[in-house]
């Protein structure tokens, strides 16, 4: 290791550990400070607040599983200490699986959205009839095909990785 190496590669359970505990601390901070951050700046802009509140709930959605499943493996290790690989494999199948899905099925819906959003205008996306949906529509479009892309990848990779899964052993 040299000595100008200023970072460490966590591995197996301490890597899981730490991402479960800064994705809730994250989450948390976002789902509860953030938004009277933007309240207090003085916009009224209620669509940043559960933007901001959305993303939080998210992180803290993520970090709270994936320790519930580290908490659920200290009861895994003593009663099948050879399975604790085969169960840190899972718990970063599961993780990485519903992180890659909270962007995935979202920026799949936001071009129907969008287009539902300009027909019942005015709204706050749309305040008044005039206003063109042009723009957001190829905005929408890049958002909902990229979406479906991820989801294809997504799927794709995880039929890959449970065919060469480690398996449990008795």
Same mark, same amino acid.
């Given at each position: 290791?040299?000595?100008?190496?200023?970072?460490?590669?966590?591995?197996?359970?301490?890597?899981?550990?730490?991402?479960?505990?800064?994705?809730?601390?994250?989450?948390?901070?976002?789902?509860?400070?953030?938004?009277?951050?933007?309240?207090?700046?003085?916009?009224?802009?209620?669509?940043?607040?559960?933007?901001?509140?959305?993303?939080?709930?998210?992180?803290?959605?993520?970090?709270?599983?994936?320790?519930?499943?580290?908490?659920?493996?200290?009861?895994?290790?003593?009663?099948?200490?050879?399975?604790?690989?085969?169960?840190?494999?899972?718990?970063?199948?599961?993780?990485?699986? &519903? /992180?890659? !899905? =909270?962007?995935?099925?979202?920026?799949?819906?936001?071009?129907? %959205? #969008?287009?539902?959003?300009?027909?019942? $205008?005015?709204?706050?996306?749309?305040?008044?009839?005039?206003?063109?949906?042009?723009?957001?529509?190829?905005?929408?479009?890049?958002?909902?095909? &990229? /979406?479906? !892309? =991820?989801?294809?990848?997504?799927?794709?990779?995880?039929?890959? %990785? #449970?065919?060469?899964?480690?398996?449990? $052993?008795?």
């Amino acid at each position: 290791m040299s000595i100008w190496s200023f970072y460490y590669q966590l591995q197996g359970a301490p890597k899981l550990w730490v991402s479960s505990i800064v994705f809730i601390v994250v989450g948390g901070i976002l789902l509860v400070f953030a938004p009277s951050l933007v309240t207090q700046s003085g916009a009224q802009d209620w669509i940043g607040k559960v933007a901001l509140q959305a993303l939080g709930g998210t992180f803290l959605g993520l970090g709270t599983v994936v320790f519930l499943l580290m908490i659920a493996g200290l009861y895994v290790q003593p009663s099948a200490p050879q399975n604790k690989e085969v169960f840190l494999w899972w718990v970063d199948f599961i993780g990485g699986l &519903l /992180g890659a !899905a =909270s962007f995935a099925v979202p920026a799949t819906f936001v071009l129907p %959205l #969008l287009y539902w959003a300009y027909l019942q $205008r005015p709204n706050v996306l749309y305040p008044d009839s005039s206003v063109n949906f042009s723009h957001d529509f190829y905005l929408g479009l890049l958002f909902s095909t &990229l /979406g479906i !892309a =991820s989801s294809i990848a997504v799927y794709s990779l995880a039929r890959s %990785l #449970l065919r060469r899964r480690p398996r449990w $052993r008795t």
